[in-house]
């Protein structure tokens, strides 16, 4: 047997090792999140009825606020994850230690930052005039904003434990730690319904408190399990935080402006120019429509640390393979969405019962925005594995703009309708120009620019 036809078969086991994780990561994270997604769903009549659709809508404008959070990490998370699957790709485990160490320490530092800028600037709002809430104090307010924030910023960086275990490809570790923190919030959530009146502080506790203890819990498991990757003040790198931080400040961009603003604002947006009563009706319209992107993230997580791993063994046939079918199941997402728009108005009403009333139109039009997200999605983690993000810098920072113009324009005149078809439009404008240059990467084209 030649050398070549050694090689052929080496390549092949490689190959199927690899698709084997990609899809075995892809099962039994689909069950950890088909797990959180029936929490999600218990969750939203769960809470409505406990406080009341108008609080309820407060809370998830809350959210919004605490959304922004989670990008402020100036995109040292995704730095992390790429480095470290590069590392753990060449087996360099000291390198994936000190790229561990040195993101956390840095993201301790910036959580440290914020809170002091961030916790006094909470008494100086207004959260009633931002949410339109008047039947609720803006102390009240103040108060659940302190908890929620000091909560969050603790998760802010204790989170990223999970991201160690997604770039070792074990994705479904991360979507278990999800899991629990819903799933536990789902029972105390429930306890709190039988044993108190409504307290929106009491909610916000429970939903952002929970998951912090569970992200400790599993920091205290992963070190006993790898000890090897124990971070420690000897281990700390700074030129490998440079390179971290030097893609990081890509991602960051890209977070602040096609996520952040695009889709972290919408709560906001409504709520301001539309009431609290409306963010409840997008919301709930939102999470039925929201399991076309889980179901389709499900599939193709596991795709973009998968990427990486084939790039740096140059397989770019099995990058092709991976791409096209990604692509495909994308479509069937379209289609799906096109069915749970039909029966939409019987699932609500099973759902949530007469409580909320969702019209079809806005049913629609988060559909329409949902199938646009997807699409993005599809085509950023292949660019994303690549760690070739110019392009995508560029079309997050002008489609931004552009969705500005355009929310400045209507001002809330076709209310959840304008703002959705908006952000629809927005995420289609950027999926097209990243689909073009996927196009080029496969086809191993990509120059100049597109290849940056």
């Known amino acids: 047997m030649g050398r070549t036809a050694i090689s052929d078969i080496i390549s092949k086991v490689k190959n199927d090792r690899r698709s084997r994780i990609v899809w075995s990561n892809a099962i039994a994270s689909g069950v950890m999140k088909s797990c959180s997604l ?26 919004s606020i605490l959304y922004w959070f989670i990008f402020m990490d100036v995109g040292l998370g995704n730095g992390m ?21 040195t993101s956390m320490l840095l993201l301790s530092i910036i959580a440290i930052l914020i809170g002091v800028i961030a916790i006094p600037a909470i008494y100086i709002f207004d959260f009633n005039y931002i949410f339109s809430a008047h039947h609720i104090s803006n102390a009240t307010l103040s108060f659940v904003l302190l908890i929620a924030m000091v909560l969050s910023l603790i998760q802010f960086v204790i989170k990223n434990i999970g991201l160690v275990y997604v770039a070792m490809q074990k994705y479904a570790i991360y979507d278990l730690m999800i899991f629990l923190g819903n799933i536990f919030s789902v029972i105390v ?10 307290s929106l502080p009491a909610v916000v506790t429970t939903i952002t408190g929970i998951p912090v203890i569970i992200f400790i819990l599993s920091a205290i498991f992963m070190f006993k399990r790898h000890p090897e990757l124990r971070p420690s003040r000897s281990c700390i790198d700074m030129n490998i935080g440079k390179d ?25 947006l409504i709520s301001h120019y539309c009431g609290p009563e409306q963010v409840t009706i997008y919301n709930v319209s939102y999470k039925l429509f929201n399991v076309l992107v889980i179901g389709y993230t499900i599939l193709i997580s596991p795709m973009w640390n998968a990427y990486t791993d084939a790039a740096v063994k140059g397989d770019w046939e099995w990058i092709r393979k991976c791409f096209r079918k990604s692509l495909l199941l994308c479509m069937l997402s379209f289609i799906a969405g096109a069915g749970i728009l039909v029966f939409s108005d019987s699932i609500f009403f099973i759902w949530v019962g007469e409580s909320v009333r969702i019209p079809f139109e806005v049913s629609a039009s988060v559909l329409l925005y949902i199938s646009a997200f997807n699409l993005n999605n599809c085509t950023t983690y292949l660019i994303n594995g690549l760690n070739k993000i110019r392009i995508q810098i560029i079309t997050s920072l002008v489609t931004t703009a552009l969705y500005l113009i355009a929310i400045y324009v209507i001002k809330g005149s076709y209310g959840i309708l304008g703002i959705s078809l908006s952000m629809a439009a927005a995420y289609l404008l950027m999926s097209m120009i990243h689909l073009y240059q996927c196009r080029l990467f496969v086809r191993q084209k990509a120059t100049g620019i597109w290849n940056k």
């Open 38 to 63: 029936l929490c999600s769903f218990i969750m939203v009549p769960l809470t409505i009825n406990y406080l009341n659709p108008e609080n309820y809508g407060i809370w998830m404008a809350i959210t």
């Open 81 to 101: 994850r790429n480095y470290l699957a590069i590392y753990f790709s060449q087996n360099n485990i000291a390198k994936a230690r000190s790229c561990f160490a």
């Open 244 to 268: 971290i931080v030097s893609k990081g400040l890509g991602f960051f961009i890209i977070q602040i402006t096609s996520c952040l603003i695009i889709f972290g604002s919408a709560n906001i």
């Open 189 to 198: 959530i429930y306890i709190l319904t039988k044993t108190t009146d409504g």
